[in-house]
């Protein structure tokens, strides 16, 4: 797994490289360092900017007890040391584009120490440790990762952005023009909605735009299309522009929660995004036989873009975030670009199939679902390996009772793989563990009560909620919908986000062993689901692609576990078997 190391003496830092950010983990071999410990100082300097020393909340009820460096903030790390062997620091984002600054990042840090009156000694240097990383987007060989930022209930977007949530213009309109005003800042600054979509899409978005940028600036580039959820306004002009070149073939979805409908609690006509696009490209496209609005037996779930070049296919987009609002800015999710032609050539096998199934069966139905079942396509795992890809081995649903029951068992065994290993260790963000009798949901939801396996993970909507208990060894699964929260001071309120915040699929296996994993995709790793969509799961057997979604996943854990324990649930938590709840 990559990491950059530094040392001081028996002190150490290691800091992993991430997607944009990196994770920072601290040790000391020998332990009598860590005595009258009080914390860390963390300084960092980012790449052709000044230095700073890190923020932290928590600080000292009475700072005047401590030391203070003057003219630094309460909550600077230098006076408010972090009390944790570990800390994921993002890239810092650009003051007038909100973009993260990426290059090499120095990092500085500093044990601190209590003296015999329990006051925290003055900052000495001559413990520091130092360490310098390369932050920027994933890329290893031909693989590209990219994670939203999301976090609208974090007090990060709430210093750029404010407490209210405004993520379109009222009204909602189809099309709109990014860069209009869509609120105020705490500081009085204004901002757009341009401005919360780079922050909040992060390098999730910039993979997403980049895709479509190389098709819009090539008129040789033909662009198949998977979308579910549609409705972010600069994917669908790309597509819009796309289908006036005829340039694109699309399918949309056409479940009924994308098509109009009455709902039944308000009894009002319901016009979705999809439809009303989809009616703009019928009057716009040169071929209207391009879009197909259709499903398998539930959903077609696929969030996929397809790149070729005189019928040849040379990029695909994939992962868990679909093209839309909530999906890019609101969601936690992943993407993955592979620019290599082999992969390529087969989701566009996967497209094709798919288009003609979809276009000659009237869906939803079972007999789409069972005609893309029987084909070598879904019965049958493609696995891929080369000096620029790690090996990746693809699963294309709907699929068969039978084949489902193959594969997640699979994923599930993987999972109890490391129970009893030695460091063995299972980390995952998954949307939903509920609601189905998948063995991944069963496996997961039970993985924090054992006590020879470091489990941590998240999902919107687990069986209960379990946190750290000191001096327990269960695992951690916290939610990511926690509601309204009160936090204490001198912490700022956060509002309650729009839709789901937990919508990633991943799951990580042995990430510092012999065959670290990541499953990940479209796929919920639900049995309904992978029986009844049209979805995308991968298994990627590496160390640095595990590494990035580990560090991910501790992120989301971390925010969540610390809202969750000052959230007002509406019934009472679970406990975890001699923890707390």
């Known amino acids: 797994m990559a990491f950059q190391a530094g040392n001081n003496g028996s002190f150490s830092i290691k800091?992993?490289?991430?997607?944009?950010?990196?994770?920072?983990?601290?040790?000391?071999?020998?332990?009598?360092?860590?005595?009258?410990l009080a914390g860390f100082t963390i300084h960092c300097e980012p790449p052709g900017m000044p230095g700073r020393f890190l923020l932290n909340e928590l600080q000292f009820a009475d700072p005047s007890k401590h030391a203070q460096v003057?003219?630094?903030?309460?909550?600077?790390?230098?006076?408010?040391?972090?009390?944790?062997?570990?800390?994921?620091?993002?890239?810092?984002?650009?003051?007038?584009?909100?973009?993260?600054?990426?290059?090499?990042?120095?990092?500085?840090?500093?044990?601190?120490?209590?003296d015999s009156n329990h006051a925290m000694k003055p900052l000495d240097t001559s413990l520091s440790a130092k360490v310098m990383v390369r932050v920027e987007p994933f890329k290893k060989g031909s693989l590209s990762l990219g994670f939203t930022r999301g976090y609208t209930q974090s007090e990060a977007f709430v210093h750029h952005f404010g407490p209210q949530v405004h993520l379109q213009p009222p009204g909602k309109p189809l099309l709109?023009?990014?860069?209009?005003?869509?609120?105020?800042?705490?500081?009085?600054?204004?901002?757009?909605?341009e401005d919360e979509y780079v922050w909040m899409g992060s390098s999730a978005r910039q993979q997403v735009l980049a895709v479509l940028?190389?098709?819009?600036?090539?008129?040789?580039?033909?662009?198949?299309?998977?979308?579910?959820?549609?409705?972010?306004?600069?994917?669908?002009?790309?597509?819009?522009?796309?289908?006036?070149?005829?340039?694109?073939r699309l399918i949309l979805d056409n479940a009924q929660l994308h098509i109009t409908h009455v709902d039944s609690k308000t009894q009002k006509t319901v016009v979705p995004a999809e439809d009303s696009f989809a009616a703009l490209y019928q009057q716009q496209a040169n071929d209207k036989k391009s879009l197909v609005r259709g499903c398998f037996d539930r959903f077609s779930?696929?969030?996929?873009?397809?790149?070729?070049?005189?019928g040849s296919a040379f990029?695909?987009?994939?992962?868990?975030?679909?093209?839309?609002?909530?999906?890019?800015?609101?969601?936690?999710?992943?993407?993955?670009?592979?620019?290599?032609?082999?992969?390529?050539?087969?989701?566009?096998?996967?497209?094709?199939?798919?288009?003609?199934?979809?276009?000659?069966?009237?869906?939803?139905?079972?007999?789409?679902?069972?005609?893309?079942?029987?084909?070598?396509?879904?019965?049958?795992a493609v696995t891929f390996q080369s000096a620029s890809v790690p090996k990746t081995i693809i699963?294309?649903?709907?699929?068969?009772?039978?084949?489902?029951?193959?594969?997640?068992?699979?994923?599930?065994?993987?999972?109890?793989?490391?129970?009893?290993?030695?460091?063995?260790?299972?980390?995952?963000?998954?949307?939903q563990l509920s609601g189905s009798q998948s063995p991944v949901f069963s496996t997961l939801n039970d993985l924090h009560a054992k006590q020879n396996v470091f489990s941590y993970g998240i999902s919107d909507a687990p069986k209960g909620t379990f946190l750290y208990a000191p001096?327990?060894?269960?695992?951690?699964?916290?939610?990511?919908?926690?509601?309204?929260?009160?936090?204490?001071?001198p912490f700022d309120q956060v509002p309650v986000p729009p839709g789901h915040e937990i919508h990633d699929k991943f799951v990580v296996c042995g990430v510092n062993g012999s065959d670290p994993v990541v499953y990940c995709g479209s796929s919920n790793l639900a049995t309904g689901g992978e029986a009844a969509n049209g979805d995308n799961l991968l298994e990627i057997h590496d160390a640095d692609v595990a590494t990035a979604f580990a560090i991910e996943a501790l992120l989301l854990v971390d925010h969540y576990n610390f809202l969750d324990r000052m959230a007002t649930p509406k019934a009472p938590k679970a406990k975890a078997a001699g923890g707390k709840p």
């Open 15 to 36: 800091a992993y490289i991430g997607d944009n950010k990196t994770l920072l983990a601290f040790n000391f071999s020998d332990s009598a360092r860590a005595k009258n």
């Open 176 to 193: 709109y023009d990014t860069k209009q005003q869509a609120g105020t800042n705490p500081a009085g600054q204004t901002y757009t909605f």
């Open 301 to 310: 779930h696929d969030k996929v873009f397809i790149l070729s070049r005189g």
């Open 213 to 248: 940028n190389t098709a819009l600036g090539d008129k040789s580039v033909h662009v198949d299309a998977f979308a579910y959820d549609l409705n972010d306004p600069t994917i669908m002009s790309a597509l819009l522009e796309l289908g006036k070149q005829a340039r694109l």
């Open 395 to 431: 699963n294309f649903s709907p699929h068969t009772a039978t084949r489902v029951d193959q594969i997640l068992g699979a994923i599930s065994g993987r999972i109890d793989k490391e129970v009893g290993v030695k460091n063995g260790n299972v980390l995952f963000a998954v949307m």
């Open 471 to 489: 001096g327990s060894k269960n695992g951690v699964i916290v939610t990511g919908k926690p509601g309204q929260t009160i936090l204490p001071e």
């Open 70 to 114: 003057t003219g630094e903030k309460p909550n600077s790390t230098v006076n408010a040391p972090i009390q944790k062997y570990r800390w994921t620091h993002v890239a810092v984002a650009d003051p007038n584009t909100h973009a993260a600054v990426t290059g090499n990042y120095t990092y500085t840090v500093t044990p601190r120490y209590f």
């Open 315 to 380: 990029q695909v987009i994939t992962g868990s975030t679909n093209w839309s609002v909530t999906g890019l800015y609101v969601n936690a999710n992943h993407v993955l670009v592979f620019n290599d032609a082999t992969i390529a050539a087969k989701y566009s096998e996967v497209f094709a199939k798919s288009f003609s199934i979809l276009s000659t069966t009237k869906t939803p139905s079972k007999a789409a679902s069972n005609a893309f079942a029987a084909t070598p396509l879904s019965t049958q």
